[in-house]
């Protein structure tokens, strides 16, 4: 049985209160709309304007580099810099304009940073670099004006040994946009490692960036902040340099052109990595102006290039060991076999005259070392051959790069009858054999190869691979020469500054023994009676020496370069001679002859008084 309803009046009670209820809930809804989208409008609107979120770039400060002694190498210190917001910018030409009356940079460098800034328009650039009280005060007072520029702390590498060290630590520069694809923790206008050191262990030293997200008013000041993702800082670095002996290689070479590198033959910490000129290294620590970069590379003596592994050389008389110990451990020469100059050897028919007119008469090998005879050398490479010159060369390291981890490294060149063919289009003279014997000809080297080359020579006959922190080395490799014959080689080099004719011998007087070769290598062939001293500068022949100490135990092996220096017993040695003397705790003055000198201009510091460093006694070889 179905019961049915007859008296529906309840239900609609109840639907009209329900369709009443709605009602009023919709015209509740409606009225707030209303309100919120026409009667306060303007309020809000003034808000949505007024407020708005910046996300802004922490900078991750970079990591501590100091020394093998825990001396500061390179530190940060506070800065401030000029962000733009791309977003927000209305009027580009009247920001252009403003920028460059704030003294920043150049028209045309502004108006390329913006066009750079525009392509990222999604987040703050970097505009400019260590702002100016001056600078901040007038961004400050234009802040209503252009709210796309907010002022920004941030870090700056400090490098307090200067120019000392530039080559060393690199530059920082500003990440490219192949660098930007590649890592998406970059973020535009951020300063990454472009050489030495900084590039080297960008990802060690470089650290995280962070984020921070503020509310910021019209002006452009900071209201409240919505979220903060701090920065990672870079990781401290140890280096195996010893930072006084590098002031002291930058003291010695102080107006000169060439190189100075220090190795630990034992294992190949580098202890000093000197090039010179050099430059300084703060005009990195920021955004570099075009116009600073393009004098830096226009200038003639190339003070960009790092000379300790880019530069190449002939190695003149400093390959004479080399060649020596080749020759004993090939069977080539004894000990015991001499050879007699007179002072001129012919050869294939042609004169090749030995550095000393009148001739060194009876030479055998450690003599002809110590007093670096051309003659014996001469016989040596007619004796051998250029394919086994080349192999004594490359079994000591020579012609391949030596595996340091500074980017930009050269290999040097050792020649062969292939590569004569190959890049001069003909083969091999027998008479150039004779000019490489005596490091001259087309022989190159770099001054951290022949470190390399002579740590080898006094360490037992081991190849070390030259490295900056104490984790980069590698095991050294051993060449296989006989003890023996090093050990003769060695004796000859002690002679070089001991012995009563060695081309070092003024270095005898000093407090503590060092061992060593000298070298010249010719620029170009000059004219009878003419003393190097009256030739150009840029005429003169490269001085070059090497030297090690202490002689029977050696810890350190230093090469010093100085282009057009001239003569390398009284140009290169003394400077090889005041590192070392300061390596074993001793001071020795060293006093650079004007006419030396790349820079004319510059002025040498006060000599000390009497009872200050040990003097140099003068002595011709």
């Not at 080349?390 to 391949?400: I, V």
């Not at 020649?415 to 014997?437: F, K, L, N, Q």
């Amino acid at each position: 049985m179905i019961f049915v309803r007859d008296d529906l009046r309840p239900v609609r009670r109840r639907t009209v209160v329900f369709l009443a209820c709605f009602v009023l809930a919709f015209a509740v809804i409606a009225f707030r709309l209303f309100s919120l989208q026409v009667v306060q409008a303007p309020y809000w609107r003034s808000l949505a304007e007024n407020n708005r979120l910046r996300r802004l770039p922490l900078e991750a400060p970079r990591g501590l580099v100091t020394d093998c002694n825990g001396q500061v190498v390179m530190d940060n210190r506070p800065a401030f810099q000029l962000l733009l917001f791309p977003e927000e910018m209305k009027e580009p030409e009247r920001t252009i304009q403003f920028l460059t009356r704030l003294g920043l940079a150049e028209e045309g460098e502004v108006r390329a940073r913006v066009a750079r800034a525009q392509r990222t328009s999604h987040l703050p650039s970097v505009i400019a670099d260590n702002l100016s009280w001056a600078q901040m005060a007038a961004v400050a007072a234009h802040r209503a004006d252009f709210q796309e520029l907010a002022v920004h702390p941030a870090t700056r590498r400090a490098v307090p040994a200067g120019p000392a060290v530039a080559h060393l630590v690199g530059q920082l520069g500003e990440v490219s946009p192949a660098q930007l694809a590649a890592d998406s923790r970059l973020r535009p206008g951020q300063l990454v490692g472009k050489s030495g050191i900084e590039l080297s262990y960008q990802e060690v030293l470089g650290g995280v960036p962070g984020n921070l997200v503020v509310v910021v008013d019209a002006l452009g000041r900071q209201v409240s902040t919505l979220d903060e993702e701090p920065p990672k800082p870079g990781h401290p670095l140890t280096l195996t340099v010893d930072l006084e002996l590098q002031r002291e290689a930058a003291k010695a070479m102080a107006g000169l052109v060439g190189s100075v590198v220090g190795i630990d033959p034992r294992d190949g910490a580098v202890r000093v990595l000197l090039s010179e000129p050099s430059f300084d290294p703060d005009l990195f620590a920021g955004h570099l102006e075009p116009a600073r970069w393009a004098s830096l590379v226009a200038d003639p003596l190339k003070p960009l290039q790092n000379r300790a592994l880019q530069a190449l050389y002939p190695p003149g008389s400093t390959i004479k060991p080399i060649f020596a110990a080749g020759a004993l451990a090939d069977g080539v020469r004894t000990p015991a076999q001499s050879v007699y100059c007179t002072g001129t050897s012919t050869i294939y028919g042609h004169p090749y005259r030995c550095w000393l007119a009148g001739g060194h008469g009876h030479v055998s090998l450690e003599r002809g070392i110590e007093v670096s005879c051309d003659t014996f050398f001469y016989r040596l490479a007619f004796d051998a051959g250029l394919t086994r010159l080349a192999a004594w060369a490359r079994r000591l390291g020579l012609g391949e790069k030596t595996g340091i981890e500074l980017a930009g490294e050269m290999a040097g060149l050792v020649p062969s009858d292939e590569w004569s063919r190959r890049s001069r289009g003909h083969p091999w003279y027998a008479g150039e054999t004779i000019s490489v014997g005596i490091g001259q000809g087309p022989i190159l080297v770099t001054p951290l190869q022949l470190a390399v080359a002579y740590a080898a020579l006094v360490n037992g006959g081991f190849l070390v691979t030259p490295h900056l922190v104490p984790e980069g080395g590698k095991p050294p490799r051993p060449t296989g020469i006989d003890p023996a014959v090093l050990a003769t080689v060695r004796r000859g080099m002690e002679r070089v500054v001991a012995g009563e004719q060695g081309t070092a011998r003024r270095l005898a007087s000093l407090p503590v023994a060092i061992a060593g070769k000298t070298g010249t290598s010719q620029v170009m062939r000059k004219k009878e009676g003419v003393k190097w001293q009256e030739l150009p500068w840029e005429q003169r022949h490269h001085a070059l020496f090497v030297g090690y100490a202490p002689p029977a135990e050696p810890t350190l092996v230093v090469v010093a370069v100085v282009e057009h220096g001239g003569d390398a017993s009284s140009v290169a040695a003394p400077i090889v001679a005041r590192i070392l003397a300061k390596a074993f705790g001793h001071d020795v003055e060293i006093s650079t002859p004007q006419l030396l000198l790349a820079n004319p201009s510059y002025q040498p510091e006060p000599t000390p008084p009497s009872g200050g460093p040990a003097q140099l006694a003068e002595v011709r070889p």
